[in-house]
């Protein structure tokens, strides 16, 4: 084989191998942070049959989808007037796999299937605690107003962790607040989508100071199905689908 051959196999191989660990997809362990907002106002009924298996199915699927690993975290914040100081519920995963480089499958298999069910009942855990958390009753003067603005600076908290932070509403998102400069849709909510865009860029403006980074953020509606556009304002949802976006949020989904 000549010179000019083995060269050009050489650099077959050399970009045959580039292109393979291009391709593969990154590995990742980063822990992920968890915040659950659970709206504790007037507006949103938990006792009602309907949102009470909505609210709990989803808080299934969230400890389901986002625990996964020792250093995973979850917290749960009730949304009322005072939403930024309401910490409810405050967990870090424990559960760890054991090192199992060196292992035999044998060893690897049985140190897979005992990490699993320690994860599996500490999930179970968790998640009774965050129905009792649901549950909870807010009797107070607190429950008169709805501060969904005040979530912010625990997302930018959150954010400063360096986790993968994911946020989750289980709210009607009806920001409900008095006083200059505070957006009150119980009072005026936003007429149209042109107008919940035209808000929603006007108040992100003020807002930026809280850098919540690019959350994945998903707001959870107590609304049946035939809900009647008076109950379930869509423009109310697009104003925060705008807000989010503006602010970096990542995907901003509405179940």
Known sequence: MNRRAIYSLFLLVFLNACSSDKDKPAKTN??????????????????????????????TDIVEQTIHQKGDKLEVYFIHENTSKARALNVTIRSEMDDISAASPTDREAAETEFNLTLTREKAQIRQRVFQ?????????????????????????????????????????????????????????????????????????????????SPDITMVLPFEPNASVKENNPAVTQYWQTLFAELGAGAVEEE
């Open 133 to 213: 958390q649901l549950m909870a009753q807010n009797v107070g003067s607190s429950n008169q107003e709805t501060d969904i603005w005040a979530s912010l600076p625990v997302i930018a908290k959150a954010n400063e962790s360096g986790a993968t932070v994911r946020v989750y509403y289980l709210s009607d998102m009806i920001e409900s607040v008095k006083g200059n400069g505070r957006r009150d849709f119980q009072v005026k909510p936003p007429k149209d989508n042109t107008q919940a865009d035209e808000w929603a860029k006007t108040d992100a403006e003020s807002l930026k100071r809280y850098i919540i980074g």
């Open 30 to 59: 980063d822990p992920t942070y968890t915040l659950i907002f659970i709206d504790k106002t007037r507006s949103v009924n938990v006792n009602k049959d309907f949102v009470a298996r909505k609210y709990q199915q989803a808080i």
